[in-house]
């Protein structure tokens, strides 16, 4: 899906991976679980510009930990922007900002 | 005496009739707690103060002047023998109070002064009522006082019948007061005289026809005080006079050993040695240059023991947390630290905190003398100076927070710094023992305070995380079509 340097999907690529994550994310607290996600943060430590682009170097990821507060809130902010993205894709609305605050 | 006292009584607290009203009260509610606790007995006393309608009184609104009242004071004592009734409150300085032992007042006045007042002021006779136990009547006595003679006068005496079991003293008179004025201080007195003698059972009907009733709260009557002999470093010269004149000793050391505590023979040596006085001498040969000699020396020996505090009687931790309680505080701390000394004086502070509950949000201050709360003067007594300079911030606690403090006091010559008993003055050690108590509280309490917050801040995080996880299983279910349940998370 990397093409030209930049990422590239089709709308039913995006829709599924959101998804997996929600139902990643709706497993793991039925299994009474916390979810924990982990992320590549991106600084200028850890990434290198080259000319396919910005490239990761030692990428360690960071974790969202589920049992915070703050990382509660976090992961919610996180649950209702994919959900917000989805029904934007599937009703075929552009990420501009009129149609994302259109509601 | 009496005549003393008719020209000077603003000295001992009668200087105004909402102040004598106030000070009338106490002092015989004192005599009262006094008489039941001397005799081993749970106080039970009940005070009425009724206004006499006069054409001034009758007035709408805030009174004008003075009225008079009948004040009559009942308590469960021992009673009084028929024959010492009259001279016992009808004359000044007749009561046992010279001894050295813990009591509320300081002279053996008050009750007497009171009676003296309302008889100045209304010139009505004063109706005294006692009763003995194991006797099968009671002594019903109207008198006055003969102010110039110090003497009472007899008016009518009868004989009324009584069970064998009832015992107690009831005293009636009138006096001028303004209740308007001392009606928070008299109310205030009651609910602080509840907390520090919570074994009392007090009923009080104020001249608006209510009715106060503080009933007991715990069954310990606080151990008595044992009579002690004065200690050296505690007397002045002319006390020293008196001992001597009253000795039977021939010679200065048996004079020393029998007359003092914590002296005996051979400290009684020692000290003459280091005084360079003579043993064998005899104590009413010295000649006013050597009692001033000896009185000094006695002042700054180092070998004296300090003074017995067998002759002290502290409320007790049990019964100062159970007077606490009355406030319906969420914590409570008490501390009693060891006895001490100041100026030959024994003494023991008992302190305590209380937080949280019932208490409003601000710092109180519950100030109490061998039992007695005090009300006035508040800002310049030792123990307010010692808690302006506490930091409560070291304790985890705040300005504004709901806490109040008590340190009682109790000591065989309490430092008043006013005849009318209202502050205690700022004597270094007894101002180290209350910062000490209560720092000791306010550690405990800190800790206390601490670990409640801790659990509250642990149930504010919890209450929040719940509500995010309710918006991300809520939001999950609708965007996966899937039930998300938070029961294996959080439980029910």
Redesign the interface.
């Known amino acids: 899906m990397i093409e030209n340097g930049c990422n590239s999907a089709t709308t039913p690529e995006v829709v599924s991976l959101i998804?997996d994550v929600?139902?990643t994310?709706?497993d793991t607290?039925?299994?009474?679980?916390?979810p924990e996600i982990g992320y590549y943060g991106s600084s200028k430590k850890n990434v290198e510009w080259s000319e396919n682009g910005y490239e990761p170097v030692n990428a360690v990821p960071s974790f969202v930990d589920g049992?915070k507060?703050e990382s509660?809130?976090t992961?919610?902010g996180l649950?209702?922007g994919?959900?917000c993205f989805?029904e934007h894709l599937e009703q075929k609305m552009s990420m501009s900002l009129r149609d994302t605050y259109r509601d | 005496m009496s005549a003393w006292f008719y020209r000077n009584r603003t000295i001992a607290g009668f200087d105004n009739p909402a102040r004598a009203l106030y000070v009338s009260v106490r002092e015989l509610v004192e005599n009262s707690l006094d008489a039941c606790e001397g005799a081993g007995v749970l106080p039970g006393i009940h005070v009425s103060l009724q206004q006499v309608k006069t054409d001034s009184s009758e007035a709408e609104g805030m009174p004008r002047g003075p009225q008079i009242f009948r004040l009559r004071i009942q308590d469960n004592g021992s009673g009084i023998r028929r024959e010492d009734a009259p001279r016992l409150l009808g004359r000044m300085l007749t009561g046992t109070k010279f001894t050295l032992k813990q009591s509320r007042g300081t002279f053996g006045l008050g009750g007497s002064l009171a009676l003296l007042y309302g008889q100045i002021t209304t010139q009505r006779p004063i109706e005294i009522t006692t009763g003995r136990s194991g006797e099968q009547s009671k002594h019903k006595i109207v008198m006055r006082l003969d102010i110039e003679n110090n003497e009472p006068i007899l008016i009518h005496e009868e004989q009324q019948p009584k069970s064998p079991r009832e015992h107690g003293t009831i005293i009636e008179f009138y006096l001028q007061g303004d209740w308007f004025r001392s009606k928070r201080r008299i109310t205030e007195y009651f609910l602080q005289t509840s907390m520090i003698v919570p074994y009392a059972s007090m009923r009080f009907d104020n001249p608006d026809g209510e009715s106060l009733r503080l009933p007991r709260i715990i069954e310990t009557l606080p151990q008595q005080p044992k009579e002690a002999k004065p200690h050296p470093r505690g007397i002045d010269v002319e006390l020293l006079k008196r001992m001597i004149k009253e000795s039977r000793r021939s010679t200065l050391k048996s004079f020393l050993s029998g007359s003092f505590q914590r002296v005996g023979e051979s400290t009684a040596e020692k000290f003459l040695a280091s005084a360079g006085l003579n043993p064998a001498a005899s104590p009413k040969a010295l000649s006013t240059e050597n009692l001033v000699h000896m009185m000094r020396k006695l002042e700054t020996y180092s070998g004296f023991l300090a003074p017995s505090s067998k002759s002290l009687s502290p409320a007790g931790l049990d019964v100062l947390e159970a007077g606490i309680r009355r406030l319906k505080p969420e914590f409570v701390v008490v501390r009693q630290r060891a006895p001490n000394v100041y100026e030959g004086h024994p003494f023991i502070v008992e302190t305590g905190v209380a937080y949280g509950g019932e208490l409003t949000p601000a710092i109180r201050l519950y100030r109490f003398a061998n039992r007695i709360p005090l009300l006035y003067d508040e800002r310049t007594d030792v123990s307010s100076q010692v808690i302006r300079e506490l930091n409560l911030k070291n304790y985890g606690l705040r300005q504004d927070d709901p806490l109040a403090f008590f340190v009682h006091i109790c000591s065989t010559k309490i430092p008043y710094k006013t005849v009318g008993k209202e502050f205690i003055g700022d004597i270094d050690v007894i101002r180290r023992e209350i910062d000490l108590g209560l720092k000791d509280c306010l550690r405990r309490l800190g800790e206390g305070v601490r670990r409640k917050r801790r659990v509250h801040r642990q149930e504010r995080?919890e209450s929040?995380?719940v509500g995010?996880?309710e918006?991300?299983?809520e939001?999950?279910?609708?965007?996966?079509h899937?039930?998300?349940?938070?029961v294996?998370?959080f439980g029910n």
Not at chain 2, 475 to 480: G, I, N, V
Request: positive net charge.
């Open positions: 998804d929600l139902g994310l709706a607290i039925n299994n009474g679980d916390f049992r507060v509660a809130r992961i919610a649950v209702y994919l959900t989805k | 995080r929040r995380l995010y996880y918006f991300i299983a939001t999950l279910s609708k965007a996966t899937q039930e998300v349940s938070l294996s998370l």
